[in-house]
């Protein structure tokens, strides 16, 4: 038994997380404990999209957390989230942070800077519809990275 399932068994921990944990990995786990993980945090956004593992674990109950919501700062200047920013009237990083909300997923963008946090956190806009087809639209526009090609936190090429 691993040390995390011992603090979860004797109440000291009330949830356990996993991280970039693919369905393989998730699978294996399940033979080997009778705990499945409440989180597995994951690269997430419209340039790493791993869908297979992201149905998995909502299936399987497990809360899919996104990271690094804004590829690191790299969506920023992304001519496409630029535009699709400007029709909306928000920034970039609010564009990006949505569309993750959009797809169910839990995300963590991060800042060092306070009005950037707390603009991370103005998302509420925008009808769930409108939201949708533009998003979709863009994102299946995009050269996915195939998630069996996914290394633990891979570099991104624009
Ligand atoms: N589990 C894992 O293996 C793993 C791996 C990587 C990251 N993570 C976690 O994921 C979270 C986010 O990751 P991350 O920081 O690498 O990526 P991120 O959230 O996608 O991007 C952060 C970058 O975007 C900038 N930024 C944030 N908000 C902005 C805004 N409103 N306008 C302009 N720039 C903005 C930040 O700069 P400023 O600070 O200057 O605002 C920083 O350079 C962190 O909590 C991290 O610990 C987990």
Redesign the pocket.
Known sequence: MSAKMCLFYLGICKSIGV??FMVCHLEQLKEDSSVVPHVN???Y?PYQQPTTVLEYCNQEKIVFEG??????????NDQTVLQIAEKHRR????I?IRWSLQKGVVT??????T???R??CQVSFLRRETALSFLTAWASQLNHIQEKHIV??PSISL
């Open positions: 991280s970039n945090q994951v690269e956004h990271y690094c919501p804004l590829a690191k700062g790299q969506l920023l920034t970039p990083a609010q990006c963590i963008p991060k800042s060092t800077k009005e950037r946090i603009e991370n633990r936190f």
